[in-house]
Nanobody, 121 residues
Framework: VQLQASGGGLVQAGGSLRLSCASSGRFPNAYAMGWFRQAPGKEREFVAA????????RYADSVKGRFTISRDNAKNTVYLQMNSLTPEDTAVYSCAADSNYYAGTRTWDYWGQGTLVTVSS
């Protein structure tokens, strides 16, 4: 499975961005999908995940109520809608795929390249 993330950029605090992750390859919709982020000098952290069907989602406490993960299996694409952004959300955001919806941060099987999100104060 190949993953391509896009949609990052510079936004003011309080603003919104939508990230996209397009998947291709063998059975791209057979996987749960996740978003992760890594801020400068910090370890990668989990942001959100969605099950294969899209019927289940889970979020990190830090983004709950502000971010929404969704997927369009017809387009082989997963989205991360980010609202009410703060400077603390500044990071490189990466998407990942795994057969296990509850996979730990370091164990997801497939990773895309990151897209930089910068939130100015």
């Amino acid at each position: 499975v190949q993953l391509q993330a896009s949609g990052g950029g510079l936004v003011q605090a309080g603003g919104s961005l939508r990230l996209s992750c397009a998947s291709s390859g063998r059975f791209p919709n057979a996987y749960a999908m996740g978003w992760f982020r890594q801020a400068p000098g910090k370890e990668r952290e989990f942001v959100a995940a969605i099950s294969r069907s899209g019927g289940s989602t889970r979020y990190a406490d830090s983004v709950k109520g502000r971010f929404t993960i969704s997927r369009d299996n017809a387009k082989n694409t997963v989205y991360l809608q980010m609202n009410s952004l703060t400077p603390e959300d500044t990071a490189v955001y990466s998407c990942a795929a795994d057969s296990n919806y509850y996979a730990g941060t370091r164990t997801w099987d497939y990773w895309g390249q990151g897209t930089l999100v910068t939130v100015s104060s």
